[in-house]
């Protein structure tokens, strides 16, 4: 099977029914393990990213939330939010079909704070730079939280 046309497939499909172009495909052992096209327009979600859904069901399906050993396909180079996912679950390969020069001219997103001409560099800068607005307000308490999760994990719980 042609995984990537697979993922072309799914983002045309979703396009065709009113949703945004963006498509994933989770490949494990030459199978599709999982797969989602981008549901932000329909779920009025915007964490319904192709990528997410997709790592979310192959993670349910494997009982784990590391997918090495897979290859996953996604229509366009990730946003910081699916490659940070991509970064967590740890796949063997990712697999984008376009860059974010080439979709540019044809894409365009209506997010406050999302451009895709300055929207990667963001996370680049610190935090008190960004364009969305952020407050840091350090409590005790809530490094605690680290403190007790540490504490379990060495007592093996």
């Not at 180079?77 to 697999?95: Q, T």
């Not at 860059?99 to 895709?116: H, I, T, V």
Request: glycine share 6%; net charge negative; proline share 5%.
């Amino acid at each position: 099977m042609d995984f990537a046309q697979r993922t072309i497939d799914l983002a045309r499909q979703n396009v065709a029914e009113g949703g945004r172009p963006f498509a994933t495909v989770i490949v494990k052992d030459g199978e599709i393990l999982a797969e989602s096209a981008n549901e932000v327009a329909q779920s009025h979600d915007p964490t319904a990213h192709a990528e997410i859904l997709a790592i979310r069901a192959a993670c349910v399906k494997l009982g784990t939330e590391h997918l090495t050993g897979t290859t996953i396909y996604v229509l366009a180079h990730p946003c910081p939010m699916c490659l940070g996912s991509l970064y967590y679950c740890s796949p063997d390969e990712v697999v984008f079909l376009t860059s974010r020069e080439q979709y540019a001219p044809y894409y365009a997103d209506d997010r406050k704070y999302f451009e895709l001409s300055t929207f990667y560099d963001e996370f680049g800068k610190d935090w008190q730079q960004r364009r969305l607005p952020m407050r840091y307000d350090p409590r005790d308490a809530a490094v605690e939280v680290y403190r007790l999760w540490k504490e379990r994990q060495t007592l093996g719980q």
